[in-house]
């Protein structure tokens, strides 16, 4: 500071030297003297605005006040160059300004916005009534076409509570509500319109309430020096989305939300390790009295799953450096699964639960290994997975008596992707191949309790759907459980898979892809799908394995401030495995068309 208080004291003194004596005559004026030379090297600091150069003055003769000006000027310079020095220098320095603090951002606010316009066409496939895979209106035979529109907000909020325990949440609104589905005639207390064409108003009202409003997720996350907690009802995804997915996607429907304690740490830069606790089902419940909260009854017939993920993972920022820099990029893991459960609490008739226990002894194990290899132009991913284990007690009654029959659980699925891109990676060309386990039990089995299917709730030659076990009195002769079942917002097709069974099961399917990028935010595609089941006994003719080829074509448009839209158009040209058991001639099935758009933003 030394040199900063002989700076001060030296324009303190030059301007005391620049003021007239009181009752004194103005000094004189300088003499004339010759321009002094330029130097040989500029100034180390050069004024913005220099004035005109005076020649020197004389010994003993005093400045004018245009010399004291700039020499005041040239002295703060020098007072700021000594204070930003001493600033670097780690010594005591106030600024004048000092660096506000930032503020914490206590809510944010993601999610999205969309309408979904659809046409189904055939999508009876032109059989007789009773033996239709897509349900159709009774009595409206003939009629081929069904057309509709659905919404959905979905709003994810978080509420950061401080920088490190936040509470997230996820609520949806107008959940695939259907526009038209609420007219005013629907609801006994609006009395005004008994024809519901004169209906000019939409309502949210008593039995859509949760349609209107839909907490589906809350969990609290805290941000510990070893890792991250999460506690809470919250989504689950791992790996493609094959068997755990979120259902967070812009076209997703479902989505899987656990009841889970969590938590997540780093022990080595990049691997990631998770052990977590599901709650899956707590069964029979007490609801009311003195408590004032719902008991758990009893731990018996309660359902946990002990899980544990391992995983090798580069964040989002690391891989764009490395693909950049054409460097590959590796990224795999496992997420395996223990569920138990001892006891089940069986329902009636009406579908709620009793005070019946039934033995169930049934332990599941679920392997799930994940893998990930790309590089700028090129990439490929694979998940595998499997659902092994036993059921000791199949009897879903008290009333049964066959307490001893068990059954087994095998089940297998897996998905390999590729693609490479190329014409400047705006032309990408994929290929995807699929496949779930199934066996001979007839039936696809991804909705075995859906009503319609089969006879007591077993499957019969034709049937769609239905279980894939047959057990009676006399035993088991089917006592397994085979057929793999891919997550329902796991979708590879516009009509077959999606729409007509419901999600890939007891088959394969290869699905090559191509898509251009017409223009920044603008993709168009194409895919062919080729479908097959594992096994003819499981397909609705009982005969044949193929079910069909089907075309998609699309476009996506997207731009930066969130906006989304597209159009995407299928075509199904069914084949055999989808002819219905009879032992008449098989009429030719029809075509089913589908066409799909969306509007929405992204926030």
């Known amino acids: 500071m030394s040199h900063v208080l002989l700076a001060a004291l030296l324009v303190a003194s030059s301007t005391a030297t620049a003021q007239v004596p009181a009752g004194g005559t103005p000094p004189p004026a300088p003499a004339e003297a010759a321009p002094a030379p330029a130097p040989a090297e500029p100034p180390a600091v050069t004024p913005a605005a220099p004035a005109a150069v005076q020649p020197p003055a004389a010994e003993g003769e005093s400045v004018t006040r245009d010399d004291l000006e700039a020499t005041k000027q040239e002295l703060r310079g020098e007072i700021r160059a000594e204070a930003a020095k001493q600033s670097l220098n780690g010594e005591e320095w106030s600024e004048e300004y000092p660096e506000e603090k930032?503020?914490?951002?206590v809510f944010t606010l993601d999610g999205?916005?969309?309408?979904?316009?659809?046409?189904?066409?055939?999508f009876d496939l032109g059989k007789v009534p009773g033996q239709e895979i897509f349900p159709a209106v009774s009595g409206r035979r003939g009629e081929n076409t069904q057309s509709f529109a659905t919404m959905r907000l979905r709003l994810d909020p978080t509420f950061n509570v401080s920088e490190q325990v936040k509470i997230k949440l996820q609520v949806d609104g107008l959940d695939n509500v259907v526009f038209g589905s609420t007219p005013d005639t629907l609801f006994p207390g609006d009395q005004r319109n008994i024809f519901t064409v004169?209906?000019?108003?939409?309502e949210s009202l008593g039995d859509t309430l949760s349609d209107s409003i839909k907490l589906r997720r809350a969990y609290g996350e805290v941000n510990t020096p070893v890792g991250i907690l999460r506690f809470g009802r919250m989504g689950s995804q791992w790996g493609l989305g094959m068997l755990r997915n979120d259902g967070n996607c812009f076209d997703c429907d479902f989505g899987d939300t656990v009841d889970r304690v969590?938590?997540?740490?780093?022990?080595?830069?990049?691997?990631?390790?998770?052990p977590m606790l599901d709650f899956n089902s707590e069964g029979s419940q007490y609801r009311g009295g003195a408590q004032g909260e719902p008991v758990d009854l009893t731990q018996a017939d309660d359902a946990h799953s002990w899980v544990l993920a391992i995983a090798r993972r580069d964040t989002d920022a690391q891989i764009r450096s490395k693909l950049e820099n054409n460097q590959g990029v590796l990224q795999y893991g496992l997420h395996f699964a223990w569920r138990s459960q001892n006891y089940d609490n069986v329902k009636d008739a009406n579908g709620d639960l009793t005070s019946g226990f039934i033995p169930r002894d049934a332990n599941l194990y679920i392997p799930d290994l994940w893998l990930r290899y790309e590089e700028r132009n090129w990439r490929l991913e694979f998940e595998l997975a499997a659902v092994l284990g036993s059921i000791g007690n199949r009897a879903l009654t008290t009333g049964e008596t066959t307490f001893d029959q068990s059954l087994q659980v095998a089940q297998f699925g897996g998905v390999a992707q590729g693609e490479v891109k190329v014409a400047d990676n705006k032309l990408t060309l994929g290929l995807e191949l699929g496949f779930a386990s199934g066996d001979k039990a007839p039936g696809f089995g991804n909705y075995p309790g859906r009503t319609g299917s089969g006879t007591n709730g077993y499957t019969n030659p034709g049937d769609v759907e239905g279980r894939q076990?047959?057990?009676d009195g006399g035993?088991?002769?089917?006592?397994a459980i085979r057929n793999f079942r891919f997550n329902r917002d796991y979708r590879i097709d516009l009509i077959l898979w999606r729409e007509l069974i419901g999600g890939v099961t007891d088959a394969f399917y290869v699905r090559p892809s191509v898509k251009y990028a017409v223009a920044p935010g603008i993709d168009l595609y194409g895919r062919l799908i080729y479908s097959q089941a594992l096994y003819a006994e499981s397909t609705p003719s009982f005969t044949s394995k193929s079910l069909g080829v089907?075309?998609?074509a699309g476009v996506d448009y997207t731009t930066e401030d969130g906006f989304i839209a597209g159009l995407a158009y299928g075509i199904l040209f069914p084949m055999g495995g989808l002819q219905a058991f009879t032992n008449e001639l098989k009429a030719d099935?029809?075509?089913p068309h589908s066409i799909r758009g969306w509007l929405g933003v992204k926030f």
Do not use: I
């Open 102 to 105: 930032r503020k914490l951002e």
């Open 112 to 122: 999205y916005f969309r309408l979904r316009p659809t046409l189904f066409y055939k």
């Open 198 to 202: 004169f209906s000019e108003d939409q």
């Open 262 to 274: 969590q938590f997540v740490t780093e022990p080595f830069a990049g691997w990631y390790v998770t």
């Open 469 to 471: 076990y047959r057990c």
């Open 475 to 479: 035993g088991c002769s089917d006592s």
């Open 550 to 552: 089907e075309v998609n």
């Open 589 to 591: 099935l029809e075509t």
